[in-house]
C-alpha cells in the first residue's frame, strides 16, 4: 500500500502529463514527473532552427482555449497574466483561407451569421443554409459529447444509452456527413477532419465533425508576441514553456532524460515505476504515453482488459512538418489550407520572425504513423476501446492524445485535468478511511 509521504508519480512530460502534474501539485501532493527527453512540452516542444530562431510542430492556430485557462487558472496565475509577464497575450486569429483543387478559394469567418454570408455569396443561399443547419446540428452533438470523456470520464464499463447514441449519429461516418452538404468545396473541407485526425472519413466517426462548431463557438486563437521578440508570435510552443514554468512555481520533482521501464505492481496495484536508476514508490501512478508505450510498462498479468483493448489500437496519421523561410516581413499569423478533391490538407502557417516570415507546413498527403498523435479512427465503437481515465488497476491512471477526449490539444490538456481530478480523488478517500 502507498505511504502518506510517497508521491505522485506522473510519466511523460507532453502536454497531459504536465497538465496533470500542475492540477496535482496545486492540490497538495508531491508529484515527481518523468520524462525521456531532455526538455518538456512533446509535440509541441520548440527548437533552434538555424537562420530562423525557435520553432515547432504545434498548429499556429488553435481553437477552444477554455481548457488552458482553466489549467492555469486552477494552478495558480491566470493564463492572461502568466503570459502578460513575458509581453506575450492570447488573441483572435484572422480567418482560415482555403484553397481547393480547382485553385479556387474561400475564407471562412467562424462567426454564424458572417459564415452564412460568405458562404451565400459564394454558393449561393441554400448551400449556406445547408451548411448552418449541419453546424446547429451538430452544437447538439458538441453539448451530448462535454460529458462523455471531456469534461468527466467516460465510463466505458456503461453502454451509451439509445438516445446518446442517435445524437452523436453513431451509425454515420465523416464521409457520410461531408456528402450530406452536396456542394465539391465544402465536402472537402468536411473529410478535412478527418484527416487532421489521422484517419479517413470512411472511418472517422460523424460526431468528430463537432471541430467545426467548436471553432464557430469558441473563435480561433494565437499567441501574440511582444514587438522585441517577432518570432514568438504565432509560435504556440509559448504555452507550453508556460507551463513548464508552472510545473517550477509548483515545485513539481523533473526527472528529464530518464524514460520509465516498467509499472511496478504488487498486489493488485501500481505502487511504483522503475527506470534505469532505480525504483520509485508512488501513492499513485499517471501514464500520460501512448498506448503502445503503455502496455510495454505494465507486467504481463495486470490490467488484462486494458491490455487487450490496447492492442487493437493503431496510431494516427501524422503529417509531414517543414519549415521554410521566405525574404519580406510578415503581416501577421496566416492559416491556409489547400485541399486535394477528397479533402486531404496540407496546411500552412504563415508567421513573421526576425529573417522574414517563416511558413511552417502540416503536409496530410505525406503522412506516418505515429503513437504521439493519438490513435486512428476504426469506426464509432473504437472509441470505447480507447484508455481510460481509470484502467482496472488500481493506483494507475491516463491521459493523452489517445484518450476519449481526442488529440486536438484542448483535449488532451483535458484528459490531464481528468487524470488529476480521479487521482486526487481516490487519494483523498484513502487518507479519510
Given at each position: 500500500?502507498?505511504?502518506?509521504?510517497?508521491?505522485?508519480?506522473?510519466?511523460?512530460?507532453?502536454?497531459?502529463g504536465?497538465?496533470?502534474?500542475?492540477?496535482?501539485?496545486k492540490?497538495?501532493?508531491p508529484?515527481?514527473?518523468?520524462e525521456?527527453?531532455h526538455?518538456l512540452?512533446?509535440?509541441?516542444?520548440?527548437?533552434d532552427?538555424?537562420g530562423v530562431?525557435l520553432?515547432?510542430?504545434a498548429?499556429?492556430?488553435?481553437?477552444?482555449p477554455?481548457p488552458?485557462?482553466?489549467l492555469?487558472?486552477?494552478?495558480g496565475r491566470?493564463l492572461?497574466?502568466?503570459?502578460?509577464?513575458?509581453?506575450?497575450?492570447?488573441?483572435?486569429?484572422?480567418?482560415?483561407?482555403?484553397?481547393?483543387a480547382?485553385g479556387s478559394t474561400?475564407?471562412?469567418?467562424?462567426?454564424?451569421?458572417?459564415?452564412?454570408?460568405?458562404l451565400?455569396?459564394?454558393?449561393?443561399?441554400?448551400?449556406?443554409?445547408?451548411w448552418?443547419?449541419?453546424l446547429?446540428?451538430?452544437?447538439?452533438?458538441?453539448?451530448?459529447?462535454?460529458?462523455?470523456?471531456?469534461e468527466?470520464?467516460?465510463?466505458?464499463h456503461?453502454?451509451?444509452?439509445?438516445p446518446?447514441?442517435?445524437?452523436?449519429?453513431?451509425?454515420?461516418?465523416?464521409?457520410?456527413?461531408?456528402?450530406?452538404?452536396?456542394e465539391?468545396?465544402?465536402?472537402?473541407?468536411?473529410?478535412?477532419?478527418?484527416?487532421?485526425?489521422?484517419?479517413?472519413p470512411?472511418?472517422?466517426?460523424?460526431?468528430?465533425?463537432?471541430d467545426?462548431?467548436?471553432?464557430?463557438?469558441?473563435?480561433?486563437?494565437q499567441?501574440q508576441?511582444?514587438?522585441d521578440?517577432?518570432?514568438?508570435?504565432?509560435?504556440s510552443s509559448?504555452?507550453?514553456e508556460?507551463?513548464?514554468?508552472?510545473?517550477?512555481l509548483?515545485?513539481?520533482?523533473?526527472?528529464?532524460d530518464?524514460p520509465?521501464d516498467?509499472?511496478?505492481?504488487?498486489?493488485g496495484?501500481?505502487?511504483?515505476?522503475?527506470?534505469?536508476?532505480?525504483?520509485?514508490?508512488?501513492?499513485?501512478?499517471?501514464?500520460?504515453?501512448?498506448?503502445r508505450?503503455?502496455?510495454?510498462?505494465?507486467?504481463?498479468n495486470?490490467?488484462?482488459?486494458?491490455?487487450?483493448?490496447?492492442?487493437?489500437?493503431?496510431?494516427?496519421?501524422?503529417p509531414?512538418?517543414?519549415?521554410?523561410?521566405?525574404?519580406g516581413?510578415?503581416?501577421?499569423?496566416r492559416?491556409?489550407?489547400?485541399?486535394?478533391?477528397r479533402?486531404?490538407?496540407v496546411?500552412?502557417?504563415?508567421r513573421?520572425?526576425a529573417?522574414?516570415?517563416?511558413?511552417?507546413?502540416?503536409?496530410?498527403?505525406?503522412?506516418?504513423p505515429?503513437?504521439?498523435?493519438?490513435?486512428?479512427?476504426?469506426?464509432?465503437?473504437?472509441?470505447?476501446?480507447?484508455?481510460?481515465?481509470?484502467p482496472?488497476l488500481?493506483?494507475?491512471?491516463t491521459?493523452?492524445?489517445?484518450?476519449?477526449a481526442?488529440?486536438?490539444p484542448s483535449s488532451?490538456?483535458?484528459?490531464g485535468?481528468?487524470?488529476?481530478?480521479?487521482?486526487?480523488?481516490?487519494?483523498?478517500?484513502a487518507?479519510?478511511?
Amino acid at each position: 500500500m502507498p505511504r502518506p509521504s510517497d508521491p505522485v508519480v506522473v510519466v511523460g512530460g507532453g502536454l497531459a502529463g504536465m497538465a496533470a502534474a500542475a492540477r496535482l501539485a496545486k492540490a497538495g501532493h508531491p508529484v515527481q514527473l518523468f520524462e525521456r527527453q531532455h526538455t518538456l512540452g512533446g509535440h509541441w516542444q520548440a527548437f533552434d532552427l538555424p537562420g530562423v530562431g525557435l520553432v515547432d510542430a504545434a498548429p499556429g492556430v488553435f481553437a477552444f482555449p477554455a481548457p488552458w485557462r482553466d489549467l492555469f487558472r486552477k494552478s495558480g496565475r491566470p493564463l492572461e497574466a502568466e503570459l502578460a509577464r513575458s509581453g506575450h497575450a492570447l488573441v483572435p486569429a484572422e480567418p482560415v483561407r482555403h484553397t481547393f483543387a480547382d485553385g479556387s478559394t474561400l475564407d471562412l469567418p467562424t462567426e454564424r451569421g458572417q459564415q452564412y454570408a460568405v458562404l451565400s455569396q459564394a454558393y449561393g443561399p441554400g448551400v449556406a443554409a445547408r451548411w448552418r443547419d449541419l453546424l446547429d446540428g451538430l452544437d447538439e452533438v458538441w453539448q451530448t459529447l462535454r460529458p462523455l470523456g471531456l469534461e468527466r470520464e467516460l465510463e466505458h464499463h456503461r453502454p451509451l444509452p439509445r438516445p446518446v447514441r442517435a445524437r452523436l449519429r453513431a451509425r454515420d461516418n465523416l464521409a457520410t456527413i461531408a456528402a450530406s452538404l452536396a456542394e465539391p468545396h465544402l465536402t472537402a473541407l468536411v473529410r478535412s477532419i478527418a484527416y487532421r485526425h489521422g484517419a479517413s472519413p470512411e472511418r472517422t466517426p460523424a460526431w468528430v465533425a463537432v471541430d467545426l462548431v467548436v471553432s464557430r463557438t469558441f473563435g480561433r486563437w494565437q499567441v501574440q508576441g511582444p514587438a522585441d521578440r517577432p518570432g514568438d508570435t504565432g509560435r504556440s510552443s509559448v504555452l507550453a514553456e508556460a507551463l513548464a514554468s508552472r510545473l517550477a512555481l509548483r515545485r513539481v520533482a523533473l526527472h528529464p532524460d530518464e524514460p520509465v521501464d516498467a509499472v511496478l505492481v504488487e498486489a493488485g496495484r501500481a505502487v511504483g515505476v522503475r527506470t534505469l536508476r532505480g525504483e520509485t514508490r508512488a501513492a499513485a501512478v499517471v501514464v500520460t504515453t501512448d498506448p503502445r508505450r503503455l502496455g510495454a510498462l505494465l507486467p504481463g498479468n495486470a490490467a488484462l482488459r486494458l491490455r487487450r483493448d490496447l492492442r487493437r489500437l493503431t496510431p494516427a496519421e501524422a503529417p509531414t512538418v517543414t519549415h521554410e523561410l521566405r525574404p519580406g516581413p510578415g503581416a501577421g499569423v496566416r492559416e491556409t489550407v489547400t485541399l486535394t478533391d477528397r479533402g486531404v490538407p496540407v496546411i500552412s502557417y504563415l508567421r513573421p520572425v526576425a529573417a522574414g516570415t517563416l511558413v511552417s507546413r502540416h503536409d496530410f498527403t505525406r503522412t506516418q504513423p505515429d503513437p504521439g498523435a493519438g490513435v486512428a479512427w476504426r469506426g464509432f465503437r473504437q472509441w470505447r476501446r480507447r484508455p481510460p481515465v481509470v484502467p482496472d488497476l488500481p493506483g494507475l491512471y491516463t491521459a493523452s492524445a489517445s484518450s476519449p477526449a481526442g488529440s486536438a490539444p484542448s483535449s488532451v490538456i483535458l484528459s490531464g485535468a481528468l487524470a488529476s481530478y480521479a487521482c486526487h480523488d481516490r487519494l483523498s478517500a484513502a487518507e479519510d478511511r
